[in-house]
């Protein structure tokens, strides 16, 4: 069975992340990670809280015996991205990046912030180097979203186009 981590770091836009954890088909083994400040702007955002720690390094996904197979952070945090960049695994987000990044596995971040700093654009140009795939909720036009869901259902069906996971959440070019 597949196995797929979602995490949210500390970003606007938790919602995503969350959306994107809910629509994964049942068939794939799935684990969801929220760092502190992702929990504090969910419940800003959404009114919603979460069980699950961050500081659990020890958790099943921070081993690469474990066989994660994807790994989504969405929206990802400058703070976890520099993280990552720099090789900093003190969190279980982190650490489990680390461990996608050394077994060659695919990660996918999406940093939600905008514009992006000098700084930030040097920390995910260093990943892209690494294979680590930056995937911004950006939208596409032309697959006629009409609602904030169907913009929400494309962004997470891109992404989930980008972890193998086939989905028919929008309208694909023709």
Excluded at 100 to 127: C, D, G, T, Y
Aim: hydrophobic fraction near 45%; glycine fraction near 6%.
């Amino acid at each position: 069975m597949k196995k797929i981590v979602i995490a949210t770091s500390g970003a606007s836009g938790v919602n995503l992340g969350i959306k994107a954890f809910e629509l994964i088909p049942e068939n794939i083994e799935k684990h969801f990670i929220s760092s502190t400040n992702a929990q504090v702007v969910a419940q800003k955002e959404m009114h919603k809280s979460f069980i699950h720690s961050n500081s659990n390094i020890a958790a099943s996904i921070a081993s690469g015996s474990f066989g994660v197979d994807a790994m989504l952070i969405a929206p990802c945090s400058m703070n976890t991205v520099a993280k990552i960049a720099c090789g900093i695994s003190d969190n279980l987000i982190t650490r489990a990046a680390a461990v996608m990044i050394k077994e060659q596995k695919k990660l996918v971040i999406a940093p939600r912030e905008m514009p992006f700093s000098a700084i930030a654009l040097e920390n995910m140009h260093k990943l892209a180097t690494l294979g680590v795939i930056i995937a911004p909720p950006v939208m596409g036009y032309y697959s006629e979203q009409q609602t904030l869901n169907d913009m929400e259902e494309f962004m997470v069906g891109k992404w989930f186009d980008l972890l193998g996971i086939e989905n028919n959440l929008y309208k694909r070019w023709e």
